[in-house]
């Protein structure tokens, strides 16, 4: 008796223990919503439930079906596949969704009525964009069709049995490899419908070889709209997509735009005689705002709607009545949802919109819109990954809590947003802190100083699971919005145009002395990272000062001569970031690359990347690695095996990631 009465109380011992911080290993339990399709009369919302499996290291997602008003929650399916993507059929009685759960990703149709899945494709391409036609018989959807090209380089024939290599790869395309897809394979994107009752895809389209077209729309049951880059310098010109139609009974196809610029985006109105997109007159500025654009059906009377909106516009939907233009943007961190009428009169409509990310506090979110004007979205704050939310006219309702069964137990640190003046020339800098849970003010903390990456994106009032676990080990994390930063507009974003690395230093640094200003702030113990436009800054950080006692350069540039000739998207970066080529204007490259100060460098250092990281690519980190090692500075280059640019792409990722970092800094803190 005595034995199972000790048994049973270190076993009660063992379980109370349990910690009620947020852990590393609390990553594989967080969920989070994206994709919600609201029905067409308003009444139902689809959602896309995305969770993680600790077993495979995977990332799956089941389709949910849920009533406006919240009632009658439930899964359509189960299991751990990658089911995604829902659409409405335009009479809301059925959808259909994307899923691999037979291998490759197919179409599969719902109906309501009987609760029934059907199987509609069993295609051998990639699916995507997929559009109910507008008597709902038909399906629309592209795909990128493989093309075999003839071959320079010719082999003989090898013996039968024989185990020779591999042949040789042959690339004469000047954009040639993309992050997180590997190198470019020959072939072009193609349009194809299928019936509703399944069968073969038909392809409508003829895209000239090694083309992309994007977002294709129907205007009619004949007739679907789209835009793509068809320019014969497409490769080098990757900026200026048009919008097209295409008759699918002719084949005839039409350009609707022609300007200098992206035209992408297209949206018919509910009575087919007018189509919204978006786009720009291309300036060659490294950052570039979406306005709305309207113009009858058949590319007459175009005309830019003027706003009053200093912000970059995206996902724009048509109002029931035709008489508004839906639409995202983001403003001072926090995404939102706006409409305006086709003359202009701007309306703010919700804010709240949550990130897709709930890696790093990245804003961004996804909403749909009802033939009622109601609309569902993803809610998300600093204190939950995205959730559900419906609302109408302004209102705002939260339908879903998926991560309440562990954040009821779990502490998070408190996020408190901050205003500061740059040091450099009083520009206001929005920032935010998050400190660590039970956090006592009497007390002095260690800070890490976390930068976001883009450099043209923002950070904002986001859940991260990064920021919050490094707060879970007892440091206080600041992250910022320098001046580069989107969201506030048009000029405080081109405040770095060609001047990349720069006045954002001075605003970092900013905020670092400010929230030292608020006493509780260790200054022994200053740490700072950041990914990707994040690590070029910490990078180029630590070459200018030596007053962090540690630092984690995560996936940086470090020679912007080698960058613009290595990364995947060569025909874009040297001709909107700098003024010229690297060997016509070789000052201006090696004047803002972080190499060139590295024999400053005096912080103990940690390199990370992903070993298949086609943007920032592994020779970027391996240079800084080398000029730290060649000036005998404490360095280590950590490399994340199978990982492309976004390294938390798999949950064991992220969490070495993070474990990197506060091992790290754990080391060198005084």
Not at 81 to 110: A, T
Request: aromatic share 14%; proline share 5%.
């Amino acid at each position: 008796m005595k034995k199972i009465l000790i048994i049973f109380f270190i076993t009660v011992n063992v379980y109370s223990q349990s910690s009620n911080l947020f852990e590393p290993i609390d990553v594989f339990d967080l969920e989070y919503v994206s994709n919600t399709e609201i029905s067409p009369n308003g009444n139902r919302i689809l959602y896309q439930r995305n969770f993680n499996d600790i077993m495979t290291d995977e990332s799956f997602s089941n389709i949910w079906l849920i009533n406006f008003d919240g009632s009658e929650n439930r899964p359509i399916t189960t299991g751990n596949f990658k089911d995604n993507s829902p659409k409405w059929s335009n009479k809301g009685d059925k959808f259909v969704f994307k899923s691999n759960r037979e291998g490759k990703q197919q179409i599969y149709l719902f109906n309501i009525a009987n609760n029934s899945i059907q199987k509609l494709t069993n295609f051998q391409y990639s699916i995507s964009s997929i559009k109910w036609s507008p008597d709902d018989s038909y399906l629309l959807f592209s795909s990128f069709i493989d093309d075999k090209r003839d071959k320079l380089i010719k082999m003989p024939e090898k013996p039968k049995g024989a185990k020779w290599n591999d042949p040789p790869v042959e690339i004469t395309d000047l954009n040639y490899r993309y992050d997180g897809s590997g190198y470019r394979k020959p072939g072009e994107t193609q349009f194809f419908t299928v019936p509703i009752t399944g069968g073969t895809p038909r392809q409508i389209s003829n895209i000239p070889a090694e083309k992309r077209a994007f977002q294709g729309e129907w205007i009619d049951n004949n007739t679907i709209v789209f835009s793509a880059n068809l320019n014969e310098d497409s490769d080098y010109n990757t900026n200026n997509t048009e919008i097209y139609t295409l008759d699918i009974n002719s084949g005839i196809q039409k350009a609707l735009t022609s300007r200098e610029g992206p035209d992408n985006s297209p949206k018919v109105s509910n009575d087919n005689s007018l189509i919204a997109y978006l786009g720009y007159d291309d300036e060659y500025l490294s950052y570039q705002q979406n306005s709305i654009y309207i113009m009858r059906i058949d590319g007459s009377e175009k005309y830019k709607i003027e706003l009053d909106l200093d912000r970059n516009i995206s996902n724009i939907y048509w109002s029931g009545d035709d008489k508004k233009i839906f639409f995202q943007y983001d403003d001072n961190g926090i995404t939102k949802i706006g409409s305006t009428t086709l003359d202009g009169k701007l309306d703010f409509i919700i804010d709240e919109v949550g990130g897709l990310s709930f890696s790093r506090p990245y804003s961004g979110g996804f909403f749909s819109l009802s033939k009622n004007d109601r609309y569902s979205f993803t809610y998300g704050t600093v204190y939950n990954p995205a959730d559900l939310a419906v609302g109408y006219k302004g209102s705002k309702n939260r339908l879903t809590n998926l991560n309440k069964d562990l954040f009821d137990y779990k502490k998070l640190g408190n996020v408190e947003e901050m205003w500061y003046k740059s040091s450099f020339d009083g520009e206001m800098i929005q920032g935010w802190i998050v400190k660590p849970p039970n956090f006592d003010d009497s007390k002095k903390y260690p800070l890490i100083l976390e930068i976001h990456g883009g450099p043209h994106t923002n950070y904002g009032f986001h859940f991260s699971s990064e920021v919050q676990l490094f707060a879970s080990k007892g440091y206080v994390v600041l992250y910022t919005n320098p001046r580069g930063s989107t969201s506030y507009g048009k000029e405080f974003a081109n405040l770095i145009h060609h001047n990349y690395p720069s006045q954002d230093y001075d605003d970092l640094i900013s905020g670092v002395d400010n929230l030292i200003e608020r006493g509780y702030i260790d200054e022994n113990n200053l740490f700072v990272t950041g990914g990707s436009g994040g690590g070029v800054l910490t990078s180029w950080i630590i070459g200018k000062t030596d007053r962090f006692a540690a630092a984690v350069v995560a996936k940086p540039v470090i020679n912007w001569y080698s960058f613009v000739l290595y990364a995947d998207n060569i025909g874009y970066f040297y001709k909107y970031w700098f003024k010229d080529l690297p060997w016509v204007d070789p000052e201006s490259y090696l004047k803002r690359s972080p190499i060139s100060y590295v024999g400053n460098v005096k912080t103990p250092t940690m390199v990370l990347t992903g070993e298949k990281d086609y943007r920032t690519p592994m020779a970027e980190s391996e240079q800084f690695y080398a000029g730290l090692k060649l000036n005998k500075v404490e360095s280590m280059l950590v490399r994340i095996p199978n990982a492309s640019h976004g390294i938390a792409s798999k949950p064991s990722n992220l969490i070495a990631k993070v474990n990197a970092i506060i091992s790290w800094f754990e080391k060198y803190k005084k």
